[in-house]
């Protein structure tokens, strides 16, 4: 489309309207009676464009600039990192090992008695950490099954996370 | 250039053969202003109908922008063939150590007649480097001849680095559409291990210098007593000990062992486990490794002891120094540290073995340590430098421990507490050295952020302890 | 806490192409060896936020300025959190209020305002959030964002201005075609003028 004839009529409504408002003269009365149905179907027929212009939108996407990230080396993992992808079982076998470790270093028992420990849940006072490395006979407080209800992770990774704070509580403990 | 009445839509994403060279300018329409137009029409007619000259005048606040938008146009990148916008950058440091943070300053500017008042880049740093601090990203506003800086931070690694075209898009005034290009300038960053001098080496006691019992009947310097043992009719009598005779009545013989020099093999761990790092792109273990074998090379070759080194990994075969000594040998030890491909800052693709069935795994692990034991000389002290995440190398070096090799185990961490997923990793680590140390091994655990003389001296303290 | 190798919403690995109402990818590590925090950036949220609030202030009638919350409290939490299509919304709900305050024969001043800075809210949330999925929020971005937004309220401005002016020329009358022509004629020059 070429712009040059819309430009002279864009610049010729635009005096055109000037000009009648100058003259405070309206062109519709030419129309009489019918005036109002004219300017009302116009009026619907532009609500109509607006319509379909909004129908447009959801047609069309936008695209941006995606531009490729370069702010990192070569990609190397953070240790740690696998164990999400760990299945839950041998995940709370490493656990397991840890505290056994960490209670036999700190508090000085045996193997044994460390896994007795586990079992009973009496090595931490977090209910949840030990239910989760223990035999069953813990319970968890209605209040911690509840806040795993609401909460958006999964209760075995909260789980997890109790253990491994529990742990970290464990460890320094020896050294306190 | 010029909008030439096509539909803009269509238009979107075609790259342009550009002339005069092969940067891509590629167009993008946002659609950022879509739906405007819609307030205009609907206001505008509602405002008709109802004769609310109120909304009629809304009406057109939502027509000027949607018009407005739509008469939008790409900016001009290239003027009569040459690029609009030049990029300049300036390294702080052109050839720094491995390690080294190294500030990268880019300016850059509008050559073209033109205001450029939305101009976004993203620097092409080299894909080996590693971004620590600020960012590449910029946005900027330049008028016709200025231009603007920004600087951001990179951690050196291992090679050269070529920079990468910085990848630049100027979106017109209302942001309706976006083109985006490249934009060049040749940059290097050298980084290879650095030639240390003794003054830089406080590597005292790092290996024990006295091997192997030897009867002697000399005295003199580097004779030194070791220990006494039951006497035998044929011991010589200068060799009696009469202090003991002395006290307990008991007749002894002393024995001395000599100085000699040592024997040392350094191995460093090259698995694809061996590749970890506090953060997904850091200067990770295996470069801590070579950077401390580097320095572990220099300083025994200065204490007079016979160096070598080999890897654990994959291409292991090939990667192999033996013990020597002499300024030719220092060079040859550097270059393969330096650029040797078993020591590649690239991390293997899989993990070494990993397509092998698990019992067959446990047989050519196995294969790997008797091979490098049959390649060790007798007696050849060695330091297994590994970041030790695994249960692997500490096996490794338990073995080589009980073959009668000493062992010291320079391990540095690339462990965090970010989260409790690492943080279990860090005390599993932290667990396995101290096993290693109630075996009888000496354990060097460097931790990020600390240097290596640090770490060093805290672990003479332990050692001498 | 979440495995870092899950890609987050809405983030595209291919080429150039977003989805037009897409949520940004406000949650680093999504594609490979991308560490930048791509949230919406700062100053455009603040900015999307307060003509939000102004365009609530310039309601025709105070019981709009309910809608017109809304509408501020929609385009606030879009631009913060990176939806394009809240910030849509929010914008819708300020221009309906503007809707029915014209439906209620308000005068037109405070309808071209609040038409404009609702129109202006939009465009700067939604610019924020395009700054923050190529640049994030880290970059230096200030002058970038303070030029386009200054330059589209000042167009905004000198038309609504101008088409203003033109109204209080006539004498109060209904010059609804007068009005009309007025409206095509600006925005084709406005269009060609470019």
């Known amino acids: 489309m070429n712009w040059r004839p819309a430009q002279l009529a864009g610049l010729a409504a635009v005096l055109v309207g000037f000009v009648l408002l100058a003259v405070d003269a309206s062109p519709l009365s030419v129309l009489g009676g019918y005036s109002y149905v004219v300017v009302l179907l116009f009026g619907l027929g532009v609500v109509g464009l607006g319509w379909l212009e909004l129908a447009d939108r959801r047609a ?21 990192d696998e164990f999400a992808d760990l299945p839950d079982s041998e995940l709370t076998d490493r656990l397991r090992r840890r505290v056994v470790v960490s209670l036999i270093e700190v508090r000085n028992c045996s193997a044994a008695d460390a896994r007795a420990q586990i079992e009973d849940g009496t090595w931490t006072d977090d209910q949840l950490a030990a239910a989760s490395l223990g035999s069953g006979a813990v319970r968890v407080p209605i209040t911690t099954q509840l806040r795993g209800l609401v909460s958006r992770t999964s209760t075995a990774e909260r789980a997890h996370r109790h253990v491994i704070a529990a742990l970290r509580e464990l460890r320094t403990e020896g050294t306190r | 250039m010029t909008a030439s009445g096509d539909d803009r839509r269509s238009r979107s994403d075609r790259p342009r053969a550009d002339e005069g060279s092969d940067a891509r300018v590629v167009d993008h329409a946002t659609g950022h202003w879509t739906g405007v137009g819609a307030v205009a029409f609907v206001f505008g007619g509602l405002g008709i109908v109802l004769r609310e000259p109120g909304l009629l005048l809304a009406g057109v606040v939502g027509a000027v922008f949607a018009g407005y938008a739509r008469s939008a146009e790409p900016l001009a990148v290239r003027e009569s063939g040459e690029p609009t916008l030049s990029i300049r950058r300036q390294l702080d440091d052109d050839a720094p150590d491995p390690g080294d943070e190294v500030t990268v300053t880019v300016e850059i500017r509008n050559e073209g007649a033109g205001v450029l008042t939305d101009v976004r880049v993203v620097d092409g740093v080299p894909p080996a480097l590693d971004v620590t601090d600020d960012t590449p990203r910029h946005g900027a506003v330049l008028r016709p001849g200025n231009g603007v800086t920004y600087a951001y931070t990179v951690t050196a690694t291992r090679g050269e680095h070529d920079w990468q075209p910085a990848q630049v898009t100027v979106a017109d005034p209302s942001g309706a559409i976006e083109r985006e290009t490249t934009v060049d300038a040749q940059t290097t960053l050298s980084c290879s291990l650095p030639a240390l001098s003794s003054e830089q080496l406080p590597l005292r006691g790092l290996t024990t210098q006295y091997v192997g019992r030897v009867d002697t009947d000399e005295g ?28 307990t009545g008991e007749l002894g013989t002393l024995e001395y062992r000599q100085e000699r020099a040592a024997t040392v093999m350094l191995v460093i761990d090259t698995r694809q486990a061996a590749y970890r790092a506090p953060e997904p792109g850091a200067y990770h273990a295996v470069e801590r490794s070579v950077d401390a074998a580097n320095r572990i090379f220099a300083a025994l070759l200065d204490t007079g002891d016979r160096v070598g080194v080999t890897t654990f990994g994959p291409a292991s075969e090939d990667c192999w120094l033996s013990p020597g000594t002499g300024d030719e040998h220092r060079a040859h030890g550097r270059a393969l540290l330096n650029s040797h491909p078993a020591l590649s800052p690239i991390p293997p693709e899989e993990g070494l073995y990993e397509t092998i069935r698990d019992d067959r795994r446990e047989q050519l692990k196995d294969r790997q340590v008797t091979q490098l034991r049959r390649r060790l000389p007798p007696d050849t002290q060695v330091f297994v430098l590994s970041p030790c995440c695994d249960d692997y190398v500490p096996t490794v070096a338990r073995r080589l421990d009980a073959y009668g090799h000493l062992v010291t185990v320079v391990s540095p961490d690339p462990t965090t507490d970010d989260t409790p997923y690492r943080e279990l990793a860090h005390m599993e680590r932290t667990d396995r050295l101290d096993a290693l140390r109630g075996q009888g091994v ?9 240097s290596f003389a640090a770490a060093l001296a805290r672990a003479q303290a332990r050692w001498s302890a | 806490m979440s495995s870092p190798t899950s890609p987050g919403v809405g983030a595209s690995r291919d080429g150039s192409i977003a989805a037009d109402h897409g949520d940004g990818a406000s949650d680093g590590d999504t594609v490979a060896g991308d560490r930048t925090d791509h949230s919406p950036v700062r100053v455009s949220v603040v900015i999307a936020t307060g003509y939000a609030l102004l365009g609530t202030l310039t309601m025709p009638t105070s019981a709009l300025v309910v809608i017109g919350l809304l509408g501020t409290l929609l385009v606030g939490i879009g631009a913060g959190r990176g939806s394009r299509t809240a910030v849509g919304y929010g914008a819708v709900a300020l221009l309906s209020g503007v809707l029915i305050g014209g439906f209620q024969g308000a005068p037109p001043e405070p309808l071209i305002l609040s038409t404009l800075f609702a129109v202006l809210a939009w465009d700067a949330g939604r610019y924020g959030i395009t700054i923050g999925e190529q640049l994030g929020r880290e970059a230096e971005t200030v002058r970038v964002e303070v030029a386009h937004v200054g330059l589209n309220t000042l167009v905004g401005t000198a038309e609504a201005g101008l088409g203003y002016a033109a109204y209080r020329v006539t004498a109060g009358g209904q010059p609804v075609a007068a009005l009309f022509l007025l409206l095509v004629g600006a925005v084709v020059l406005v269009v060609t003028l470019r």
């Open chain 1, 60 to 80: 069309t996407r936008g695209e941006w600039w995606r531009p490729a990230p370069t702010e990192s080396g070569h990609r190397v993992a953070v240790p740690g």
């Open chain 2, 220 to 247: 003199g310097s580097g004779v030194e007593f070791f220990s006494t043992r039951e006497y035998r009719s044929s011991d010589p009598l200068s060799r009696i000990d009469w202090r003991r005779h002395a006290k």
């Open chain 2, 442 to 450: 000496r354990v060097l655990d460097w931790r990020g952020g600390e």
